[in-house]
């Protein structure tokens, strides 16, 4: 072996080391581990979290969970409608690539790994035996649940089964904003589209009522997110914002808050209305505070609940 293949091997054999001390995301995915070192205790078990509905027991950190997973702890005895909606995103037709690679291919592998189509799923169902409602929840995998015209259209037949079936919107909002490794104007269009689609809901006295879910950032926080009857905080640690910490820090010129942006944070500042601190309590506080908004008597509907069955009061009907 000359000079030039031993250190070609010792090349390989820093790679082989550096590989197996930092696993890949495949890796980390399969793993049964979830958090790499929440609140500094350490890994913390899939299985744990699971248990405790993706929060973390110690800080109350919460993290990301499935449209499936969310819909299952939502809707009545798992049951629900998944709302169709046109799909733009056509992979054969984006050309753009950064050094991350191609677009078209990271929607391919994207579309597979998650069986999605769209970073947002919205559905329809019943969450309690007389209170039915649109809701729409996030992939996080997908794009860091980004918005792009896929997205845009799911929000928008969204709004339009909550008018045509006199439901309340319920929207777990999360994302660090617009889509840019799609043609980013249109990706930014969603953001007035999404406005005026919860507007209309709003015009019908059809409450929208949108839940922080980990991180709503960007595009998002200046579209859909800030538009809603009320703006909730799951977990204390999810947090708002336009820009991040850094660049706020940087163009302020001041250091912020260990909680800067934060549920804590953002409330104290006059963000959001209030905290459900553990996502056990998210449908009881969600259904009781629609059933103030809709007028629904539970004291005569928890008589029979079998007999309950009517389509959902609109705050109109109800008054
Ligand atoms: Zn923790």
Redesign the pocket.
């Known amino acids: 072996m000359n000079w030039i293949s031993k250190i070609k091997q010792f090349g390989e054999n820093i790679k082989k080391n550096i590989k197996k001390k930092f696993p890949t995301a495949e890796e980390q995915e399969a793993s049964k581990w979830r958090?790499q070192n929440?609140?500094n205790?350490g890994p913390?078990l899939e299985e744990e979290l699971k248990e405790n509905f993706y929060q973390?027991?110690?800080?109350?950190?919460t993290y990301p969970v499935t449209p499936e997973q969310r819909f299952s702890w939502m809707f009545l005895n798992n049951q629900y409608e998944i709302l169709d909606h046109p799909i733009i995103n056509n992979p054969e037709t984006h050309e753009w690539e950064d050094a991350s690679g191609k677009y078209t291919d990271k929607l391919k592998k994207t579309r597979k790994k998650t069986g999605l189509n769209s970073a947002l799923v919205a559905a329809y169902g019943s969450l309690t035996e007389n209170l039915k409602a649109v809701v729409v929840a996030s992939d996080w995998r997908y794009f860091g649940s980004s918005i792009s015209p896929d997205e845009g259209e799911c929000l928008l037949y969204a709004c339009e089964k909550s008018i045509s079936t006199n439901s309340p919107l319920i929207i777990f909002v999360q994302g660090g904003g617009m889509r840019v490794n799609f043609p980013l104007t249109l990706s930014l269009n969603q953001m007035p589209r999404s406005i005026i689609g919860i507007n209309e809901v709003k015009q019908k006295n059809l409450p929208v009522i949108n839940v922080v879910d980990k991180i709503a950032a960007g595009g998002i926080s200046a579209s859909y997110c800030s538009t809603s009857d009320f703006l909730i905080f799951e977990g204390v640690k999810s947090r708002i914002m336009f820009a991040g910490p850094r660049v706020s820090a940087n163009a302020s010129n001041t250091t912020p808050p260990p909680n800067f942006l934060e549920a804590s944070w953002a409330l104290k500042h006059g963000i959001g209305d209030f905290l459900i601190e553990h996502r056990k309590d998210t449908k009881d506080t969600l259904v009781k505070l629609l059933n103030i908004l809709l007028k629904i008597d539970t004291s005569v509907n928890s008589v029979s609940l079998d007999e309950t069955s009517e389509p959902n009061l609109t705050a109109k009907e109800a008054s």
């Open positions: 958090a929440c609140c205790s913390v973390c027991k110690n800080c109350n950190d």
